[in-house]
């Protein structure tokens, strides 16, 4: 396997169900990341971890939980969702900022997405 | 609070040039990225600008001005293939990517 890969690649869960998303990467990056994606929106980024350690959490309803075992893997918890929470979810990774290369960018790779719909 | 700005969906013919525009509104600047991410696809970098000026890679090229807070895509001898949203994200003080929503562009034969 290469790259950051998600599993699985589409679900449908009830509001009252309990799963989780799966992500990983190959690449041997530090920081790894959640997003959100709904129609026409901007993504919007739920989680950051860097060095396992989360660094960000935009203001992300508790019944989104994250887990960051180690710098190649990253879960993403779901219980009790809303309708409203049907998207595509995306994992990326990338090179910590703060810990890569000043001559590097750094840039996102993305994995294929998580499409969830909460009925 | 921060923004970007890019129009929602342009069409185009195959074989022509198209210029897709973004505008940004940040708190700091460490760079500008442009993103395509074709339909159900994960999004895939293209180009990254963080001086001034333009940066080309084959047919595609990016241009930014910072004093302008303005970015554009400039996509060359068209191909259906590059049918796909293009997705403008800025890299604030605090190392965030900032997205834009996205421009669908539509090739015509």
């Known amino acids: 396997e290469t790259g950051v890969t998600q599993t699985p690649r589409h679900l449908v869960m009830g509001m009252t169900n309990k799963k989780s998303l799966k992500c990983e990467q190959h690449?041997?990056?530090?920081?790894m990341y959640w997003y959100k994606q709904s129609a026409k929106k901007p993504l919007e980024l739920m989680f950051v971890?860097?060095?396992?350690?989360?660094?960000e959490n935009n203001s992300v309803p508790s019944r989104f939980s994250p887990e960051c075992p180690n710098s190649s893997h990253l879960f993403l918890h779901l219980h009790t969702l809303q309708p409203e929470d049907s998207a595509l979810y995306l994992c990326?990774?990338?090179?910590?900022?703060?810990?890569?290369?000043?001559?590097?960018?750094?840039?996102?790779?993305f994995g294929p997405g998580t499409r969830l719909t909460v009925l | 609070g921060q923004n970007i700005d890019q129009p929602t969906e342009m069409t185009a013919t195959e074989g022509a040039i198209v210029q897709i525009n973004c505008t940004y509104q940040?708190?700091?600047?460490?760079?500008l990225f442009w993103y395509q991410q074709h339909a159900g696809e994960a999004p895939t970098f293209l180009s990254y600008?963080?001086l001034d000026g333009l940066e080309e890679k084959g047919r595609f090229s990016s241009f930014l001005s910072r004093s302008k807070g303005y970015s554009y895509l400039l996509l060359k001898e068209l191909q259906m293939k590059d049918s796909a949203s293009y997705l403008c994200?800025?890299?604030?003080?605090?190392?965030?990517?900032?997205w834009g929503a996205g421009t669908k562009l539509i090739i015509k034969p």
């Open positions: 990326a990774s990338s090179q910590d900022q703060l810990h890569g290369s000043l001559s590097s960018y750094n840039e996102q790779f």
């Open positions: 690449l041997g990056h530090n920081a």
């Open positions: 971890y860097s060095l396992e350690e989360r660094v």
């Open positions: 940040t708190s700091g600047f460490n760079g």
């Open positions: 600008n963080v």
């Open positions: 994200a800025v890299m604030d003080s605090n190392y965030q990517l900032i």
